[in-house]
């Protein structure tokens, strides 16, 4: 096994932040990652870095989780399973679905990050989510060393939510996930407004998931930094969800505030309009900024520290609370 010390992260976190791991370590297999295991217990881990912000250097050891593989098993002539190691990156996996015609994550594509950290917030876009087609999500326990494998259930999914953000937290290691995939008969789903926009641009009026991949791909890259050229996280903040009532009283003043209702007491606003009419979208502080095009996005526009994207997302969380009496809640993880 091959330790680095004082080793930069900025390639391996997709804000491009620049803090040193005092020692880093690549592992490419599970019987690499339980050999770890068994003389470190307490350590940091990066996968895709894709949902993280780094505020400081890392003092403990950091494994890089770079575990690969992709094997398929058809279970009829509708279905096949998936089963993916943890370090693959989850863009390339859905092009490679989209490829076999394999159907149900094209509505996901070009999302950042790898397919190990998918099942933990559960990412979602254009009306689709992970759990969908999680069929299990396959861990080692770091206590004992042992592996588990998680039904679809028992990952307890919610929005940007899983068991492995709650009660699991830092206990469990993803080392594979099982997708359930459409082999004919595909269920598209093309009800997200901009995706029928995007296909009548593109002049499909009979859509195939490779169709659905590109318009979301033609959406994703109008409208969201790439990290390679900007730094980003994706959504920094979740969609806060609030009273019918509390609702009402906001569009009574902003009648044309977007909402989606839950049920009949609670409803979900989009944070980037709050954060858009708070005045930040496009804005910047130094490196660190709000998107120009998605204010639910922050980006480092070069140099910014962890701590500068921090005081922002703070800053921004305390104008909405005192502008709308919203607090939002953070979805990167902060370090
Ligand atoms: N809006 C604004 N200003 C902005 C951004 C959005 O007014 O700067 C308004 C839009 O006009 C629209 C509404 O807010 O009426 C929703 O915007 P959008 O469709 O862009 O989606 P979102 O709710 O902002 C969520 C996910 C995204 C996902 C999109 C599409 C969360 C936290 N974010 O964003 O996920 O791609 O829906 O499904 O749920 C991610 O998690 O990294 C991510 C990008």
């Not at 002539?77 to 859905?94: I, M, Q």
């Not at 206590?143 to 469990?172: D, M, P, V």
């Not at 709000?290 to 922002?312: C, I, K, P």
């Amino acid at each position: 096994m091959k330790f680095q010390s004082n080793f930069s992260l900025k390639n391996y976190n997709t804000f491009g932040i620049d803090v040193k791991a005092k020692r880093f370590i690549s592992v490419a297999s599970e019987a690499e990652l339980i050999e770890l295991l068994e003389t470190e217990k307490d350590i940091f881990l990066i996968s895709g870095g894709s949902n993280m912000l780094l505020t400081k250097d890392v003092e403990k050891t950091t494994v890089h989780i770079d575990i690969k593989g992709v094997t398929s098993n058809n279970i009829d002539e509708n279905s096949v399973e998936v089963a993916v190691k943890a370090g693959e990156n989850w863009h390339d996996f859905v092009l490679w679905c989209v490829a076999q015609n394999y159907g149900g994550l094209e509505n996901l594509s070009l999302i950042p990050g790898n397919v190990g950290t998918c099942p933990i917030q559960n990412i979602g876009a254009y009306g689709v989510e992970v759990k969908d087609v999680i069929s299990y999500v396959k861990a080692v326990h770091i206590e004992t060393l042992k592996f588990r494998t998680f039904s679809n259930e028992e990952c307890e999914f919610g929005y940007r939510n899983s068991i492995f953000k709650n009660e699991l937290k830092g206990q469990f290691i993803i080392t594979e996930v099982g997708f359930v995939l459409s082999r004919q008969n595909h269920q598209l789903n093309t009800s997200y407004g901009a995706i029928n926009q995007q296909l009548v641009e593109n002049g499909i009026n009979q859509p195939n998931i490779k169709d659905i991949s590109e318009a979301v791909i033609a959406i994703r890259s109008s409208k969201l930094p790439d990290p390679k050229e900007i730094g980003n996280s994706g959504s920094f903040f979740k969609n806060p969800v609030i009273s019918m009532a509390h609702f009402q009283r906001l569009q009574s003043e902003y009648p044309e505030i977007p909402n989606y209702p839950m049920n009949a007491e609670q409803i979900k606003v989009p944070a980037g309009w709050l954060i858009e009419k708070a005045g930040f979208k496009g804005q910047r502080f130094g490196d660190a900024g709000v998107h120009e095009r998605q204010a639910l996005v922050l980006v480092n526009h070069g140099n910014a520290t962890g701590a500068e994207v921090y005081d922002l997302a703070c800053k921004i969380q305390n104008t909405i609370e005192k502008d709308f009496q919203i607090r939002l809640e953070m979805e990167v993880n902060i370090f």
